[in-house]
């Protein structure tokens, strides 16, 4: 019994203390740097200057491609360094992970090398990048790692044209649906028609969210504020959202809500202020001036004010005034206006201007910047914000209010993600240097135990291959003073045997 228990840690051992043969590896790297591709069998492939062409251009290549994707996806970038912000603390977790498991193959080569400098350097670097990744989180900031009890409220949902995931952007039925998820206030652009009725438009042109190219066919790129209220209202606006399906959630609609998203049609000022009107909900919107020549040129604010105060019953606290156009004027028009601005001025010309409401791309957002403008009571909106990852970042920074495309996604959220206490994030990061810390020196320990192991077995190897030799060299030379003694004794016995 214990026989064969001591063979089986012995075989344990061995099997431990076995060097493995990393062929195809280094053949691997071999290939790429030497020009030589080779396999088990050692096989040349290519050309070696044909390699480097191809190596040389694939870097031109993914160089420009990167510098060409900076520059149009340069918001996507700012969206990149957002996340890191709410993501820091876990990516120190893998960060210290994946150092964690460098330590295996770095320890394998390390007790290897003979160079006692090349062993320093590499040991140095990897220690020095590990040392720094512990430490990292005494640099780090994180919105929604924050005392408990010192989160605020969430935001205010704006519908950004409405739910125009769940319904045509700027139709009454998109408003509608905003209403119903949640939203607590309601978001639009609007133009004013040739016969100065305000109207509800993104676009410049009717072509995206209209059939124009059907009704007006010969009038696809004429600018919407052209149009007369009678054309526009002749025009079908929801028939492309069922066709496009912008957001892939027209499969989610019931056969109801398809019908009624199909025959849709352009929503008016009016129509759009009455409904916030009923529901008690804010509005903001971005007006645009009509083109030259248009007869609504230069009264297009004012036109727009006495829809706003002559023909819909909404009251003036509940819009958020964001033209810059002559604003001086129309807070003397209307004080109760709700003055908001989409720029990041000085805190003095903002209180100047009796702004009260910041309206600024979530790419700006910063909870030192965002408090600072609270503590002289300007609120912040932020759009468009959809994800709920942003929500609960924009949540943490202080923000009062958001633009989203999709409130019946953000309003179920009750706390934001990722949000921690100082001390839960400190217990996180001690663990996690901790537990790094005593699997590295287990590693680092098993790989000096093992390679010791195979020094001491390959010098018995040596020794014992040593004496078998020189017993064999005795022996021969036993044997050959052996067979010298014995030749002559043979001799005789065959001259005698000739004589006979």
């Known amino acids: 019994m214990e026989s064969?228990?001591?063979?089986?840690?012995?075989?344990?051992?061995?099997?431990?203390?076995?060097?493995?043969?990393?062929?195809p590896f280094v053949s691997c790297l071999s290939g790429l740097y030497g020009c030589r591709w080779r396999r088990h069998e050692r096989k040349q492939l290519?050309?070696?200057?044909?390699?480097?062409?191809?190596?040389?251009?694939?870097?031109?290549?993914?160089?420009?491609?990167t510098a060409v994707l900076s520059d149009l996806w340069s918001k996507e970038w700012k969206t990149l360094l957002l996340s890191f912000q709410i993501t820091?603390?876990?990516?120190?977790?893998?960060?210290?992970?994946?150092?964690?498991?460098?330590?295996?193959?770095?320890?394998l080569h390390f007790f290897r090398m003979r160079s006692r400098v090349r062993r320093g350097l590499i040991m140095g670097v990897y220690v020095t990048l590990l040392c720094a990744l512990y430490v990292v989180p005494l640099g780090l900031y994180s919105p929604c790692i924050k005392e408990e009890g010192s989160l605020g409220p969430p935001p205010d949902l704006i519908g950004h044209r409405g739910a125009p995931m769940l319904a045509p952007e700027n139709t009454l039925m998109s408003f509608e649906k905003a209403v119903e998820v949640g939203s607590d206030g309601l978001e639009t652009d609007v133009t004013i028609s040739w016969d100065g009725v305000p109207f509800l438009m993104h676009d410049h042109n009717l072509q995206r969210t209209t059939n124009i190219h059907e009704v007006f066919p010969n009038h696809t790129n004429t600018i919407a504020a052209m149009f007369t209220w009678t054309?526009?209202?002749?025009?079908?606006?929801?028939?492309?959202?069922?066709?496009?399906?912008?957001?892939?959630?027209?499969?989610?609609?019931?056969a109801e809500d398809r019908q009624l998203a199909g025959s849709q049609s352009i929503c008016s000022l009016l129509d759009f202020l009455q409904l916030a009107a009923q529901r008690d909900k804010l509005v903001i919107f971005d007006l645009y001036r009509p083109p030259r020549g248009h007869p609504y040129r230069d009264a297009w604010i004012q036109r727009t004010l006495e829809v706003i105060h002559n023909e819909s019953s909404i009251h003036s606290s509940q819009v958020l005034w964001l033209p810059s156009h002559l604003r001086s004027l129309v807070q003397e028009f209307d004080p109760d206006?709700?003055?908001?601005?989409?720029?990041?001025?000085?805190?003095e010309e903002l209180q100047s201007n009796s702004i009260i409401r910041l309206n600024l791309h979530y790419s700006s957002m910063s909870a030192e910047l965002i408090s600072e403008y609270?503590?002289?009571?300007?609120?912040?909106?932020?759009?468009?914000?959809?994800?709920p990852w942003l929500f609960s970042l924009a949540w943490c920074s202080g923000a009062q209010s958001v633009t989203t495309n999709a409130p019946q996604l953000l309003r179920p959220i009750r706390s934001p993600l990722f949000l921690m206490t100082p001390a839960q994030y400190n217990l996180m990061w001690i663990l996690t240097d901790l537990l790094s810390f005593i699997v590295i020196f287990i590693i680092l320990f098993f790989h000096w135990w093992r390679e010791r192991g195979l020094a001491c077995s390959d010098s018995?190897?040596?020794?014992?291959n040593g004496t078998y030799r020189q017993m064999k060299t005795?022996?021969?030379?036993?044997?050959?003073?052996?067979?010298?003694?014995?030749?002559?004794?043979?001799?005789?016995?065959?001259?005698?045997?000739?004589e006979h």
């Open 474 to 498: 005795e022996m021969s030379d036993i044997w050959s003073v052996s067979s010298g003694n014995s030749q002559p004794e043979r001799m005789p016995s065959l001259a005698t045997v000739t």
């Open 374 to 387: 609270a503590a002289v009571n300007i609120s912040t909106n932020l759009y468009v914000i959809s994800q």
């Open 231 to 254: 054309e526009l209202e002749s025009l079908n606006a929801g028939a492309w959202f069922l066709s496009q399906d912008p957001f892939g959630t027209v499969g989610s609609l019931g």
């Open 460 to 464: 018995k190897i040596l020794m014992e």
């Open 88 to 107: 820091a603390p876990y990516l120190h977790v893998g960060g210290v992970l994946l150092m964690t498991s460098l330590a295996w193959p770095l320890a």
């Open 4 to 23: 064969s228990l001591s063979q089986q840690l012995r075989g344990f051992r061995a099997r431990l203390l076995r060097r493995y043969d990393h062929g």
């Open 46 to 65: 290519g050309d070696c200057c044909c390699n480097k062409i191809v190596i040389a251009v694939s870097l031109i290549f993914s160089g420009v491609a």
């Open 337 to 347: 206006l709700q003055q908001t601005s989409s720029s990041q001025l000085p805190l």
